[in-house]
């Protein structure tokens, strides 16, 4: 899920990139615009006071959220869309001491095709915005590019929905939650829809049949209702359709059978945010706020897109520091343990999710540069030799976490491809690359 703001569909950034990344599936990678040439300070996006004209960024511009803008809008959300805060509670931060290595030269392979690279011309050639690498627990790299700052929170994208499964593994733990219990055990409004016959546990690793297309090719595919539930893109004059995450939710009818495969839908995280909110009797922001932000030392409050009643986005509304995304990672890291010490969540909480899935649903889904992953808790496991799992969100958004080479990359970018699949011949042998170097310090 990403963030549009736009009426038509053919002019929409959700649109573009999908057509793009869809050619890049069917054929060879096609060439990408320059990121030098497209940077925030190079294009001149939002500056002076106003800016000109044609150099507006808003909420109802059909282009105003489209590759080379969005190098602007990823780090100014807040300026475009409602939100809610999630606070970092009153607690002083938690020191990320430095310890800086030269991992500039670190060199890779690009998957399928061979290309050597070092690290520091991947950040480039991924369109990074910021990125930080932990090892011990120590910053050992980081950087910043465009309009993305230290103090400054960036959209999260789908890394949202590993906030949202590792809440919902966490009342799991406590009792709140039955993963084997029928959906509608904590939403009955969603009995005649395709969750009616759905498990939770359904719900958190995505093997849910359900008819929901993200097809941003299609203007009919329902991505764009639920857009325009949620207050992502203009209802228009005419609209009567869904109002809500929650209306849009209890339209979405059965489409298969459950259990099968994974199917990678956004809906699932957003009606599992909804199972969260009514199993904990508290909003997403709130329960955010208490049960992790507030607890990992975080040095600024997060916040989350909502829609016209309030509801957070839990499919991918988050904003974050990229230290503060670094600070979660590092807790994941260390099996729910805090910098200073304080067990933020249980570490069988956090062994569930680094145990990975059922591979065999995972492979059904077809991700070519994912071979022998699987998903569990709405976090992506590699099951590799170092035992890395990933939260992933589209345009390069990621917080990697490699248990073995003691390692977390949190990373945000503004790839012009929205799909995963268009930076991860690039970012994957790169993370591995990273490992391997940290591991012999």
Sequence with gaps: ??????????????????????A????????????ASTTVQAMGWMQGFAPPPDKLITFDNPVGNTFPRIRWTFSHIRELVPTTNVWRGPGAPSPLQAA????????????????????????????TDGIVV????????????????????????????????????LLAHEGSIKPEAPVTAYLPEMKN??????????????????????????????????????????QGKDYA??????????????????????????????????????ASGKSLAQLLSERIWSRIGAEQDAYLMVDRIGTESGGGGLNTTLR???RFGEMMRNGGRAADGQQVLPKAVVDDIRHGGNPAKFAKAGYATLPGWSYRNMWWVSNNANGAYSARGIHGQAIYIDPRAEMVVARYASHPLAANGANDPI?????????????KQ
Excluded: C
């Design 1 to 22: 899920m990403k963030f549009t703001g736009f009426s038509r569909p053919a002019l929409t950034p959700l649109a573009l990139a999908a057509l793009v990344s869809a």
């Design 24 to 35: 890049y599936a069917q054929t060879a990678a096609p060439a990408l615009p320059d990121p």
């Design 100 to 127: 800086p290595v030269n991992l500039d030269q670190v060199r890779f392979k690009v998957m399928g095709t061979g290309e050597e690279l070092s690290f520091a011309q991947s950040l480039e050639r991924n369109y």
């Design 134 to 169: 932990l090892h011990r627990g120590k910053i050992v790299y980081e950087k910043y590019f465009g309009a993305l700052e230290p103090q400054r929170p960036h959209l999260a994208m789908s890394v949202t929905k590993s906030f949202v499964g590792t809440l919902a593994a």
């Design 193 to 234: 829809t395709a969750y009616g016959d759905a498990t939770v546990r359904e719900v958190m690793d995505m093997t849910v049949g359900v008819k929901y297309s993200e097809n941003y090719a299609d203007p009919k595919a329902e991505i764009w209702d639920y857009a325009r539930a949620g207050g992502m893109m203009p």
């Design 241 to 278: 359709g869904p109002r809500s995450f929650y209306e849009f939710l209890q339209t979405l009818q059965k489409e298969g059978e459950h259990d099968q495969a994974f199917a990678y839908k956004t809906v699932n995280a957003e009606l599992l945010a909804w199972i969260v909110r009514r």
């Design 324 to 326: 503060d995304l670094a």
């Design 427 to 439: 970012s994957l042998p790169m993370y591995q690359a990273l490992a391997d170097a940290l591991i």
